[in-house]
């Protein structure tokens, strides 16, 4: 991965002004079945820069992520990824995607090792490369979890549930990680290691977007803030200011059920051929009025 400068006060990465953006999304509109949950999207993410999406439950967060990386269908607009529209000419190995957190289920054959190397198949490649261990090793270990490797799915908290999904994404050496509330739901210990480790990340110079609803520990890296409201960009800025304290009665709480869902076998994590794969599911995203 190429290391970028970093000026900035947060240390992350300064990105290069003429390098083509790492994400372009223009007027994008969402549908589900008849109703709108986006409308009218505009978002640029350069190369180098950590942008975190905020905004309520039901504001259109999730979609507007599983869209970009191809999970979702947009019904009307562009986006685009290092330049390329979405489909297969998108270079997908250099993107790696966290959906929210999931929880495993008790008996789940796949290991935390299984479940990383699944990263490396994408596209085209249906057998792991040459020296997929080392790689896989490597990943778990810029998460904390080396020693994990060969512990059952079922074994493992929520928070170290979530930080294997996210070396599943780290195998691939992406330069763009889109992230989709990996803080949600796990405890103080996981959010200190996965804070740690997107330092070191964003200091390499990796691009990220990352669905949150506080900044919490990630407030240091985040460089620029996009606020939805009912599916359109109501704010694109500096980190906005915190009007609610956590104990305040307007304060938006999250929990681990709100977000979980099953883990399932390794294979069944396997990218698709471009986009990744998704199977249905639901949704924190609600209908915009």
């Not at 992350?12 to 390098?19: C, E, F, I, L, N």
């Not at 039901?58 to 990386?69: D, E, F, I, N, Q």
């Not at 790689?135 to 799915?153: E, H, K, N, P, S």
């Not at 509330?181 to 200091?203: C, H, I, K």
Request: hydrophobic fraction near 40%.
């Amino acid at each position: 991965m190429t290391t970028l400068a970093t000026d900035s006060p947060s240390g992350a990465a300064t990105p290069p002004a003429d390098a083509t953006p790492a994400i372009e999304a223009r007027d994008v509109h969402v549908r589900l079945g008849a109703s709108p949950v986006l409308r009218g999207v505009d978002l640029t993410v350069r190369r180098g820069e950590v942008v975190a999406l905020l905004g309520a439950n039901g504001s259109g967060k999730s979609t507007l992520v599983r869209t970009l990386v191809g999970v979702l269908p947009a019904s009307a607009g562009d986006v685009r990824l290092f330049g390329h529209p979405l489909g297969n000419g998108v270079p997908w190995g250099r993107v790696g995607y966290v959906p929210q957190r999931v929880s495993a289920a008790a008996g789940v054959p796949s290991t935390a090792a299984e479940v990383v190397s699944s990263g490396l198949l994408h596209g085209r490649r249906l057998t792991l490369p040459r020296g997929w261990r080392s790689r896989v090793r490597d990943a778990l270990d810029l998460v904390g979890l080396a020693d994990r490797a060969r512990y059952a799915t079922h074994q493992l908290s929520g928070g170290q549930q979530q930080r294997v999904l996210i070396a599943r994404a780290l195998v691939r050496d992406p330069e763009l990680l889109v992230l989709d509330e990996p803080v949600a739901g796990v405890d103080r210990p996981s959010q200190e290691a996965f804070a740690a480790t997107m330092t070191r990340l964003v200091a390499d110079g990796m691009t990220v977007l990352v669905v949150l609803h506080e900044l919490g520990e990630l407030a240091p890296l985040v460089q620029r803030c996009v606020v939805l409201r009912h599916g359109r960009v109501v704010h694109d800025g500096a980190p906005p200011t915190p009007r609610q304290e956590h104990g305040d009665d307007a304060h938006e709480h999250v929990h681990p059920h709100e977000h979980s869902r099953t883990l399932q076998r390794a294979e069944d994590l396997r990218l698709a051929d471009g986009p990744f794969e998704t199977r249905p599911e639901s949704t924190e995203d609600e209908v915009a009025p």
